[in-house]
């Protein structure tokens, strides 16, 4: 049968239970501002009943668990959400980056310096003569060509940037793992008795998780990886085990295999590098490398398309007229291959533009400006650059000759015999552009296009007509419409409209990033929501149940003061 003391024992579990909710409740009040922290509650359960004749007699309280109002499926869909969320705000910043290297040069940008480079063959065409009007086209040449130089470069910086941030974001992957390997070693000693919760470091855990999912794809799992190991936690980053329980294996950024880039390699524990680079896609990194990898080349590719094409047709034609005054000699910008490589096969020869059979006219003149005549080489796609070179050598044996200027490099020189001078008034062939010779432009594409020093350091050969006689114009109007012709996207866009639309699938991709952005954001806003109203701290909430404890010890306290007047009573009676 219960004893007077028994009921003193019962107020004390009251004191001791309450007391403990209540230091729990406060607990809750003073982290309600910290990140990551998950509202605790104490679960009060019955003791222990002692049976009685009379039936089973209560015993008090006790505190079964100190309880985390932990909502693992809230906690999976938020991290989900913020590993998207982390992507389209990498991808959207990168892409306003992108942006800016276009919008940067409103006023003097690429679409205004190509409207200026036109517009100057056109001056140039109403005055061939005009010393002024060829430095106009010199000028506005340079300043289009530094402009898509500068976009150029610009876009690769960019690459550059985000390759340095892979590194940055590798060292930030490894140091979160470290962090929560060695937390799972401290869980997992802290919570050895059955109803031991080591509340507070899974909170820390759980913010080092969300900090991890922002910056790549990852996977978490509460079982061992392989049949050796039996950890608490494995998580997966590209499908390798950056975390194992209480170990963990790095990430290396490296530039391997000669790449300009780094990849990124899982370290396995005998050293071996297994490159993951593709298998990451979600995150910052996922972003990053996207960006890297595939957006940036895609947009370099375009302008370069767009820069090749504006070379190579403004080249075939210039090539095939003349300035105000002839060459005594003049050496090609692009290299031959091999002079043993068909004519009309430009992986053959090296060149960009493929030779097609044709005709090739050389005017001579002798050095007091008498015209001796114009002659014809015939040019055959199938011939090798060795065919083409004797004929062109047996047809003006007395007044040129064609050669390479230096077997190594492989540029073709023309040079006139003494008392000589030679001028192109048409090539069918378009020999004269592949090889670099009696051209506007040099370079290949956006990254290298530049005026061909020969016109630059002598703007009177800039071949504004197709004659030696002055007010010819007829070269400069066809290359002033270039601009406006249907040479892009197979001949169905002209360099306008392509620009223009290469413009546009910046912009739209841009905001279209910006829009999912926007929609992931509100994503995790909700979740997040929806977590605090689970997980987190209401001060409301808390200072009720502080108050209900706080009566609750109270009464516990008065039990305890009237079983403490029974005693005394109880004890006069004896004496």
Known sequence: ?????????????????????IDTTGNNVTNANTEGYTKESAVMTTDTPMPTSYGAFGTGVKIAEIQSARNDLIDKSLRSSINDEAYYDKMNSSMDRLQSVFNEMSGVGLKDSMDEFFSSWHALALNPDLETARQQVLDKGQTLTSN???????LSKLKNDLDNEVGYTVTQINNIAKQIAHLNYEIKKGELGDNEHANTLRDQRGVLLNNL??????????????????????????????????????????????????????????????????KIRGGSLG?????????????????????????????????SGTGLTAYKQ????????????ELNSSNATGFDIAVKTGSLNVKITDDNGNNI??????????????????????????????????INSGRVQIVAKSGYNISFTYDSSNFLAAAGINTFFSGHSAKDMKINDVVLNDPSKIAAGKTLTPGDSSNAEAIAQ????????????????????????????????????????????????????????????????LIKFQRAYQASAKFISIVNEMTKTLIGMVQ
């Open 148 to 154: 898509i130089n500068y976009a150029y470069n610009s």
């Open 213 to 278: 999912y922002k910056l790549s794809n990852v996977d978490v799992m509460y079982k061992a990886y392989d049949a050796n190991s039996q950890p608490e936690m494995t998580i997966l980053v590209g499908g390798m085990p950056i975390v194992s329980g209480d170990s963990y294996n790095e990430l290396v950024a490296r530039k391997s295999n000669g790449s300009l880039y780094n990849s990124v390699d899982f370290v396995e524990k005998n050293g071996e590098m297994v490159d993951i680079t593709n």
């Open 373 to 406: 005549g114009t002659f014809a080489v015939n040019v055959n796609g199938n011939d090798k650059f060795s065919d083409l070179r004797d004929s062109f050598n047996n047809i003006l044996h007395d007044y040129a000759s064609m050669n390479l200027s230096n």
């Open 482 to 545: 270039v601009q406006l012709k249907k040479i892009m996207v197979d001949n169905t866009q002209s360099i306008d409209e392509y620009y223009n639309a290469f413009l546009g699938k910046i912009g739209s991709e841009a905001q279209g990033y910006s829009n999912i952005l926007t929609s992931k954001q509100s994503i995790v806003k909700q979740i997040k929501a929806q977590q605090q109203s689970i997980e987190g701290v209401s001060l409301d909430a808390e200072a009720a149940s």
């Open 330 to 341: 003049i050496v090609g910008e692009y290299s031959l291959k091999s002079e043993d490589a």
């Open 287 to 319: 972003a990053i490398l996207n960006m890297r990898d595939n957006v940036i080349d895609k947009y370099q590719n375009e302008l370069d398309t767009m820069s090749s094409s504006m070379i190579q047709n403004i080249n075939k034609i210039h090539a």
């Open 1 to 21: 049968m219960p004893t007077i003391f028994d009921a003193l024992n019962i107020g004390k579990s009251g004191l001791y239970a309450n007391q403990m909710a």
